[in-house]
């Protein structure tokens, strides 16, 4: 499905591949204490300060001033929020510390996907399923063509454009996505059996609403429209940050995705190679990482979803060397170049293969002129 | 609900605090101001600290302002912080139920081994905020005061029953109470000076001291027929209420049984059941508390046998990842089997697709 072809490794090898990256785990976990809680209680406050910060300049957001730096307030809140914050706890990456504050199971996000819903698509489906198509619902998120092993159709011609759109309304779209509009559309899934998903997306987007569009504005009095144009900026600003760091994890190329086939009976070791191969980092200063909510370290968060995230850069180098080790490709890059080659991949999805594929060769395998194999069924 | 609701009416403006504040409640916002300011959650501070006895700390708590009391008796869950992870904890309040300002005191006894016991005797200290519950349990006096009362106390476990005696005190009740406490020696008596006073105040009141290790006591030894007689000789007509380390309950429960009188002896017991440490033990039962149902455990895994039982917990991955089949296990011991490592710790989360059973085990599905 990708180029060039997957490293292969030996069943030992794969063996001695989960037994170093479970030995890693481990001694992460017995780690964990008193600097990982306090750490994760500095982030919220500073989000909590800077919500309550940009909440008061936008008192005043008919004054220009006040609403530039109350809505850049608010964005950097809400993005914290997410994603240091919301995705990493509701990971359960804190659920050792035995705090419902700080409980996967109780935790809500300041975003209208509620995180009941998004728990069991995230957590559950892509994580346990990552990069395997027709499994990893978050491939293309039912809508758009992010991998060479999705068929082309017609449709997708409007992939750049179907992009844009879910990169503005990204947090409709991930709260949209929990419905499996696809797998509803093929009669996989009843509209019956998503009473409950629709039932929590109506409270929570109504919550979420009434706060940033109703309760907040009509508290600036006259101010109405410009304290409501400010809470739509900052949701807008993270939206575009989420999208970006999200698609910069699992679609720049040299990712490599997977058959259900390919899968089958996996063992530990499998997985975590499917992990590492199905994701891919951004490097950038420690600021940066944080606010990713250190998915700029996807390929460490693939190996150990549950562990802390401010531990991924702390044992990247590790994880990095295991793939030398082992001869496996370790992506990672800059966000520029990262998100170039995402939207590369975009633009060049949406046409048909023929317009930028070799003519395939004998049985799926095409190899090019310099003689790198392109294709591999 | 009804606390809520009064809750409600008291502070202004709740409602609309809370639907800005959404997704986060609004303790989140305040405790980040002081970790006293929590409005839902219960919390209490330790005003004062001090060991009256070689192995033991009183911590006098002030309580949030959600708390509502506790009846002579009664235990809270205490939850401590120690190195980052909340541990929970039983303790029983020791003052009267009666009180003022609505602190109470908590006497614990550091166990050798014990996480809890012993962080709180080496650092607890005044400013230290402790997760409380509201209390509960039933080792409680009837509300109408019975006649005679015979309290039965040892080591630790004189905490609940001297909670009763000051109530009763603080009551001005006028029947016939006996305290009877035992010791190793008697520095090893917790709460000596106030007993002493109580007794002397109220000549309703009598105290007898019994020393396991030394002469010198009211009584010698461990609890005997002679030493119920010498106490409360109208023990029949009389409700006994006992808490002490496990020997002296097994000896209490005895003697009353062979006397006939053991429909009238209430006891509380500190020490959870011995927990199994054979971490290949496949032996014990596993109750499923909230649907009532309760099988033999076969040594897979919990999440397993709750479906071989009938049961439709929630799952994902079944492999540890998503924590979506996060589930409360009340009381017993489990081991993970990713890495063997034990969770003893009652009322915890675990995960069930990856955590088989050591022994009995009841979880809350
Ligand atoms: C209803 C109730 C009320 C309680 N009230 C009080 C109270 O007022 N004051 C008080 O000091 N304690 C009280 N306890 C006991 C308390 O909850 C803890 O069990 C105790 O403090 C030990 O906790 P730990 O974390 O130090 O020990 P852990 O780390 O949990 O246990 C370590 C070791 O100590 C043993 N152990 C645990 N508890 C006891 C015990 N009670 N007696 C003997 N060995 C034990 C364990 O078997 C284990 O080997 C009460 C318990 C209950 C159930
Ligand atoms: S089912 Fe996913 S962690 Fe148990």
Same mark, same amino acid.
């Given at each position: 499905?990708?180029?060039?072809?997957?490293?292969?490794?030996?069943?030992?090898?794969?063996?001695?591949?989960?037994?170093?990256?479970? =030995?890693?785990?481990?001694? /992460?976990?017995? !780690?964990?204490?008193? +600097?990982?809680?306090?750490?994760?209680?500095? #982030?919220?406050?500073?989000?909590?300060?800077?919500?309550?910060?940009?909440?008061?300049?936008?008192?005043?957001?008919?004054?220009?001033?006040?609403?530039? =730096?109350?809505?850049?307030? /608010?964005?950097? !809140?809400?993005?914290? +929020?997410?994603?240091?914050?919301?995705?990493? #706890?509701?990971?359960?990456?804190?659920?050792?510390?035995?705090?419902?504050?700080?409980?996967?199971?109780m935790f809500e996000w300041d975003n209208v996907a509620p995180g009941e819903n998004w728990k069991h698509s995230h957590n559950y489906i892509h994580h346990t399923y990552t990069n395997i198509l027709g499994k990893d619902r978050d491939i293309g998120y039912g809508v758009l063509r992010m991998d060479e092993g999705q068929k082309w159709h017609p449709y997708y011609l409007g992939n750049p454009a179907y992009a844009f759109a879910l990169m503005v309304f990204f947090e409709w779209g991930?709260?949209?996505?929990?419905?499996?509009?696809?797998?509803?559309?093929?009669?996989?899934?009843?509209?019956?059996?998503?009473?409950?998903?629709?039932?929590?997306?109506?409270?929570?987007?109504?919550?979420?609403?009434?706060?940033?569009?109703?309760?907040?504005p009509a508290l600036t009095g006259p101010q109405f429209v410009a304290t409501a144009t400010a809470n739509a900026t900052a949701n807008l600003v993270r939206n575009i940050w989420a999208f970006s760091i999200i698609f910069c994890g699992h679609f720049p190329t040299g990712v490599e995705s997977f058959t259900e086939e390919?899968?089958?009976?996996?063992?530990?070791?499998?997985?975590?190679?499917?992990?590492?191969?199905?994701?891919?980092?951004?490097?950038?200063?420690?600021?940066?990482?944080?606010?990713?909510?250190?998915?700029?370290?996807?390929?460490?968060?693939?190996?150990?979803?549950?562990?802390?995230?401010?531990?991924?850069?702390?044992?990247?180098?590790?994880?990095?060397?295991?793939?030398?080790?082992y001869g496996l490709p370790y992506n990672t890059g800059g966000l520029p170049k990262q998100l170039a080659s995402v939207a590369a991949k975009i633009f060049k999805l949406a046409l048909p293969d023929k317009f930028w594929a070799k003519p395939a060769g004998p049985r799926g395998r095409t190899v090019s002129k310099d003689g790198r194999t392109l294709r591999v069924a | 609900m009804t606390a809520q609701m009064d809750r409600k009416r008291r502070i202004p403006g709740l409602r609309l605090l809370e639907a800005l504040a959404t997704p986060?409640?609004?303790?989140?916002?305040?405790?980040?101001?002081?970790?006293?300011?929590?409005?839902?959650?219960l919390r209490g501070e330790v005003t004062s600290v001090h060991r009256s006895t070689r192995d033991s700390v009183t911590l006098t708590i002030r309580p949030t302002r959600r708390w509502r009391g506790f009846t002579a008796g009664q235990f809270i869950r205490v939850g401590v912080l120690i190195d980052?992870?909340?541990?929970?904890?039983?303790?029983?309040?020791?003052?009267?139920?009666?009180?003022?300002?609505?602190?109470?005191?908590?006497?614990?006894?550091?166990?050798?081994?014990?996480?809890?016991?012993?962080?709180?005797?080496?650092?607890?200290?005044?400013?230290?905020v402790l997760q409380?519950?509201?209390?509960?349990?039933?080792?409680?006096?009837?509300?109408?005061?019975?006649?005679?009362?015979?309290?039965?106390?040892?080591?630790?476990?004189?905490?609940?029953?001297?909670?009763?005696?000051?109530?009763?005190?603080?009551?001005?009740?006028?029947?016939?109470?006996?305290?009877?406490?035992?010791?190793?020696t008697e520095a090893d008596v917790p709460y000596l000076a106030q007993l002493r006073e109580l007794a002397g105040a109220h000549?309703?009141?009598?105290?007898?001291?019994?020393?396991?290790?030394?002469?010198?006591?009211?009584?010698?030894?461990?609890?005997?027929?002679?030493?119920?007689?010498?106490?409360?000789?109208?023990?029949?007509?009389?409700?006994?209420?006992?808490?002490?380390?496990?020997?002296?309950?097994?000896?209490?429960?005895?003697?009353?049984?062979?006397?006939?009188?053991?429909?009238?002896?209430?006891?509380?017991?500190?020490?959870?059941?011995?927990?199994?440490?054979?971490?290949?033990?496949?032996?014990?039962?596993?109750?499923?508390?909230?649907?009532?149902?309760?099988?033999?455990?076969?040594?897979?895994?919990?999440?397993?046998?709750?479906?071989a039982a009938g049961l439709k917990p929630e799952y994902g991955c079944r492999m540890g990842i998503c924590f979506t089949c996060t589930s409360v296990k009340t009381s017993g011991c489990t081991r993970d089997v990713r890495n063997g490592e034990l969770s003893t710790d009652p009322d915890s989360e675990i995960q069930i697709c990856v955590s088989v059973p050591v022994g009995d085990v009841e979880l809350d599905i």
């Amino acid at each position: 499905m990708s180029t060039p072809k997957k490293p292969q490794l030996t069943p030992q090898q794969f063996e001695e591949l989960g037994r170093d990256l479970d =030995a890693l785990r481990q001694r /992460l976990l017995d !780690s964990l204490g008193e +600097d990982d809680r306090k750490y994760i209680y500095d #982030v919220v406050k500073v989000q909590r300060a800077l919500e309550v910060a940009g909440r008061g300049l936008l008192m005043a957001s008919s004054f220009p001033p006040a609403w530039v =730096a109350g809505t850049v307030a /608010l964005s950097l !809140s809400k993005i914290i +929020d997410n994603m240091e914050i919301g995705h990493n #706890v509701m990971h359960g990456q804190y659920d050792w510390m035995r705090d419902p504050a700080m409980n996967s199971k109780m935790f809500e996000w300041d975003n209208v996907a509620p995180g009941e819903n998004w728990k069991h698509s995230h957590n559950y489906i892509h994580h346990t399923y990552t990069n395997i198509l027709g499994k990893d619902r978050d491939i293309g998120y039912g809508v758009l063509r992010m991998d060479e092993g999705q068929k082309w159709h017609p449709y997708y011609l409007g992939n750049p454009a179907y992009a844009f759109a879910l990169m503005v309304f990204f947090e409709w779209g991930v709260m949209l996505h929990d419905l499996e509009v696809d797998n509803l559309r093929t009669g996989r899934k009843k509209w019956s059996e998503t009473a409950g998903v629709r039932r929590r997306m109506w409270h929570k987007g109504l919550k979420q609403v009434l706060k940033d569009y109703v309760l907040f504005p009509a508290l600036t009095g006259p101010q109405f429209v410009a304290t409501a144009t400010a809470n739509a900026t900052a949701n807008l600003v993270r939206n575009i940050w989420a999208f970006s760091i999200i698609f910069c994890g699992h679609f720049p190329t040299g990712v490599e995705s997977f058959t259900e086939e390919e899968t089958k009976d996996e063992t530990r070791g499998e997985w975590y190679y499917r992990q590492m191969l199905g994701s891919a980092n951004i490097s950038g200063s420690p600021l940066f990482h944080i606010m990713t909510g250190n998915l700029s370290h996807q390929i460490e968060h693939h190996l150990f979803p549950d562990i802390p995230a401010r531990r991924y850069p702390q044992v990247a180098g590790e994880v990095r060397a295991i793939c030398e080790k082992y001869g496996l490709p370790y992506n990672t890059g800059g966000l520029p170049k990262q998100l170039a080659s995402v939207a590369a991949k975009i633009f060049k999805l949406a046409l048909p293969d023929k317009f930028w594929a070799k003519p395939a060769g004998p049985r799926g395998r095409t190899v090019s002129k310099d003689g790198r194999t392109l294709r591999v069924a | 609900m009804t606390a809520q609701m009064d809750r409600k009416r008291r502070i202004p403006g709740l409602r609309l605090l809370e639907a800005l504040a959404t997704p986060h409640s609004i303790d989140r916002y305040l405790e980040l101001v002081h970790p006293m300011l929590t409005i839902r959650e219960l919390r209490g501070e330790v005003t004062s600290v001090h060991r009256s006895t070689r192995d033991s700390v009183t911590l006098t708590i002030r309580p949030t302002r959600r708390w509502r009391g506790f009846t002579a008796g009664q235990f809270i869950r205490v939850g401590v912080l120690i190195d980052g992870v909340r541990h929970t904890r039983c303790y029983s309040p020791a003052t009267s139920q009666h009180s003022a300002d609505g602190r109470f005191e908590l006497t614990v006894k550091a166990h050798d081994n014990g996480r809890v016991s012993r962080w709180l005797h080496a650092n607890a200290r005044p400013g230290l905020v402790l997760q409380l519950a509201p209390a509960e349990g039933e080792f409680t006096l009837p509300a109408a005061r019975p006649e005679k009362v015979l309290l039965i106390s040892g080591g630790s476990g004189i905490t609940p029953v001297i909670s009763m005696l000051r109530t009763l005190c603080a009551e001005g009740h006028t029947g016939e109470v006996v305290f009877l406490h035992y010791a190793y020696t008697e520095a090893d008596v917790p709460y000596l000076a106030q007993l002493r006073e109580l007794a002397g105040a109220h000549p309703n009141v009598r105290l007898l001291l019994a020393y396991t290790d030394v002469e010198g006591g009211d009584l010698h030894g461990f609890f005997t027929e002679e030493h119920l007689r010498a106490a409360a000789p109208w023990f029949a007509d009389a409700d006994t209420y006992l808490c002490g380390p496990p020997g002296l309950m097994a000896g209490a429960r005895e003697v009353f049984t062979a006397l006939g009188a053991a429909h009238r002896l209430r006891t509380e017991d500190f020490a959870p059941a011995p927990i199994t440490v054979d971490a290949e033990d496949a032996t014990g039962e596993i109750t499923f508390g909230r649907s009532g149902t309760s099988a033999a455990n076969t040594g897979r895994t919990l999440l397993e046998q709750a479906e071989a039982a009938g049961l439709k917990p929630e799952y994902g991955c079944r492999m540890g990842i998503c924590f979506t089949c996060t589930s409360v296990k009340t009381s017993g011991c489990t081991r993970d089997v990713r890495n063997g490592e034990l969770s003893t710790d009652p009322d915890s989360e675990i995960q069930i697709c990856v955590s088989v059973p050591v022994g009995d085990v009841e979880l809350d599905i």
